[in-house]
């Protein structure tokens, strides 16, 4: 049977005698249909380091070929159907999805699962390499990412969650087809995988679907370390690069993860704390002129969370911009937060979350994450109702429960050393 939330929008589930989970919501008013493969399998997994960069690799060899289509008449076929078609590798997933016309629905269905059993031929794979050993030389001109890349690294050393998505130029160069031929084997597993689907569709239909297509999938190993994580000590990695113009600073700190009781309220100080307009970052900060950027927020994983902040500015400005960094979050945790920005907040975030609930993609994406985080399905209404319900004391309480000053990690790439920076 259907469950039915509050504001009557309607959520189905079935899952597989193999494991496979399938979330769904209709929106009757719409003429297209958004339908993904969620796997549950990102660079948080991958933990050989000799397969560094494996989750995203494979989400590229899956469009080079099935065992029944080459890469052409995938290319072909999704086109034939006017589909959107893409993919995305995280840290803790992977997702493969297209957004088509209703009537196309069974096709794309078809057509997904289908390229859920790959071939990953030795030969396709010896001429992807190149193409992810470019992207990762890509990543590493661009000075933000370098920096962001660098601080996962840094923050979370040894943990799976340091583990780079685009993995090493020597991870990628030694890796062996086999390994990744395993590395699928086990994560891609029937129990390991969700099928989203969010827009114009029956549901009986999409069941039958999936039991023609997907119930001869084995089941295999679901396993993944959600072990809470905090650096020892506070740690400043700076990156000295004489050549750049700019200074970029991380500041990153433990937080709370995505199940905690107190994620909404945490959400809600990151937002208060430094988003992209009216917050106390942007107001005393980029508003005044002292950096090119300046924005906080909450990164929140399985088992564990940060706190972000960041900046972008000018050398002889960077060691005031990271001082008034420190001093805003100081004020945040000693003076806390105020009625009136603490409902900004909540309009800002409830906005967002009824704009992006118009989206057959936005729906198709929060299905999967819900079943993940979950267990269950989590309608619009009743994620606002979990918004308005934080007061100012549940979002100081968020903060106070972690040791943000002492357990800092700042990463910085600029022209300054450490001395110059941090004086």
Same mark, same amino acid.
């Given at each position: 049977?259907?469950?039915?939330?509050?504001?009557?929008?309607? +959520?189905?589930?079935?899952?597989?005698?193999?494991?496979?989970?399938?979330?769904?919501?209709?929106?009757?008013?719409?003429?297209?249909?958004?339908?993904?493969?969620?796997?549950?399998?990102?660079?948080?997994?991958?933990?050989?380091?000799?397969?560094?960069?494996?989750?995203? @690799?494979?989400?590229? $060899?899956? @469009?080079?070929?099935?065992?029944?289509?080459?890469?052409?008449?995938?290319?072909?076929?999704?086109?034939?159907?006017?589909?959107?078609?893409?993919?995305?590798?995280?840290?803790?997933?992977?997702?493969?999805?297209?957004?088509?016309?209703?009537?196309?629905?069974?096709?794309?269905?078809?057509?997904?699962?289908?390229?859920?059993?790959?071939?990953?031929?030795?030969?396709? +794979?010896?001429?992807?390499?190149?193409?992810?050993?470019?992207?990762?030389?890509?990543?590493?001109?661009?000075?933000?990412? @370098?920096?962001?890349?660098?601080?996962?690294?840094?923050?979370?050393?040894?943990?799976?969650?340091?583990?780079?998505?685009?993995?090493?130029?020597?991870?990628?160069?030694?890796?062996?087809?086999?390994?990744?031929?395993?590395?699928?084997?086990?994560?891609?597993?029937?129990?390991? $995988?969700?099928?989203?689907?969010?827009?114009? +569709?029956?549901?009986?239909?999409?069941?039958?679907?999936?039991?023609?297509?997907?119930?001869?999938?084995?089941?295999?190993?679901?396993?993944?370390?959600?072990?809470?994580?905090?650096?020892?000590?506070?740690?400043?990695?700076?990156?000295?690069?004489?050549?750049?113009?700019?200074?970029?600073?991380?500041?990153?700190?433990?937080?709370?993860?995505?199940?905690?009781?107190?994620?909404?309220?945490?959400?809600?100080?990151?937002?208060?704390?430094?988003?992209?307009?009216?917050?106390?970052?942007?107001?005393?900060?980029?508003?005044?002129?002292?950096?090119?950027?300046?924005?906080?927020?909450?990164?929140?994983?399985?088992?564990?969370?940060?706190?972000?902040?960041?900046?972008?500015?000018?050398?002889?400005?960077?060691?005031?911009?990271?001082?008034?960094?420190?001093?805003?979050?100081?004020?945040?945790?000693?003076?806390?937060?105020?009625?009136?920005?603490?409902?900004?907040?909540?309009?800002?975030?409830?906005?967002?979350?009824? #704009?992006?609930?118009?989206?057959? @993609?936005?729906? $198709?994406?929060?299905?999967?994450?819900?079943?993940?985080?979950?267990?269950?399905?989590?309608?619009?209404?009743?994620?606002?109702?979990?918004?308005?319900?934080?007061?100012?004391?549940?979002?100081?309480?968020? #903060?106070?429960?972690?040791?943000?000053?002492?357990?800092?990690?700042?990463?910085?790439?600029?022209?300054?050393?450490?001395?110059?920076?941090?004086?």
């Amino acid at each position: 049977m259907p469950e039915t939330a509050a504001n009557d929008t309607v +959520f189905h589930t079935y899952r597989l005698k193999n494991g496979l989970q399938i979330v769904g919501q209709p929106m009757p008013d719409f003429e297209s249909v958004s339908v993904s493969y969620y796997v549950r399998t990102g660079s948080r997994d991958e933990q050989d380091a000799t397969i560094a960069g494996v989750s995203h @690799f494979l989400e590229h $060899m899956v @469009f080079k070929g099935t065992k029944t289509l080459d890469w052409q008449q995938i290319t072909l076929e999704f086109n034939k159907i006017g589909a959107e078609l893409n993919a995305f590798t995280s840290h803790e997933s992977t997702t493969y999805y297209a957004r088509v016309l209703g009537e196309y629905l069974e096709r794309a269905v078809a057509l997904l699962s289908d390229m859920m059993y790959p071939r990953l031929a030795q030969d396709d +794979f010896e001429t992807e390499k190149e193409v992810i050993i470019n992207e990762i030389a890509r990543s590493e001109d661009q000075p933000y990412s @370098f920096t962001y890349r660098r601080m996962m690294h840094t923050y979370f050393g040894d943990h799976p969650l340091g583990h780079d998505v685009l993995g090493s130029r020597e991870s990628i160069h030694t890796m062996k087809v086999e390994q990744m031929r395993d590395y699928w084997q086990r994560r891609y597993a029937a129990n390991n $995988m969700i099928l989203s689907v969010a827009g114009k +569709f029956d549901w009986n239909h999409i069941v039958e679907l999936a039991e023609r297509y997907c119930s001869n999938w084995p089941t295999g190993n679901a396993e993944r370390n959600v072990s809470h994580y905090e650096p020892l000590r506070p740690i400043n990695d700076i990156v000295v690069d004489k050549k750049l113009k700019q200074q970029i600073l991380i500041l990153a700190m433990p937080a709370v993860d995505i199940v905690d009781p107190d994620y909404y309220a945490a959400v809600l100080a990151g937002s208060i704390l430094g988003d992209n307009d009216g917050s106390r970052l942007y107001w005393n900060i980029h508003q005044k002129g002292l950096a090119e950027s300046a924005s906080a927020g909450l990164w929140a994983m399985q088992g564990t969370g940060i706190m972000i902040m960041e900046a972008n500015s000018t050398p002889e400005g960077a060691p005031h911009v990271l001082k008034l960094l420190r001093a805003e979050l100081d004020s945040l945790l000693t003076d806390g937060v105020h009625e009136d920005e603490l409902r900004r907040a909540k309009d800002k975030w409830i906005s967002s979350l009824v #704009l992006s609930s118009e989206s057959t @993609f936005a729906r $198709m994406r929060s299905l999967a994450s819900d079943w993940v985080t979950e267990g269950r399905l989590v309608s619009i209404d009743e994620e606002v109702e979990r918004i308005e319900r934080v007061t100012c004391e549940d979002v100081m309480r968020s #903060l106070h429960r972690f040791p943000m000053r002492d357990k800092q990690v700042l990463t910085a790439l600029g022209p300054l050393s450490e001395q110059e920076l941090v004086a």
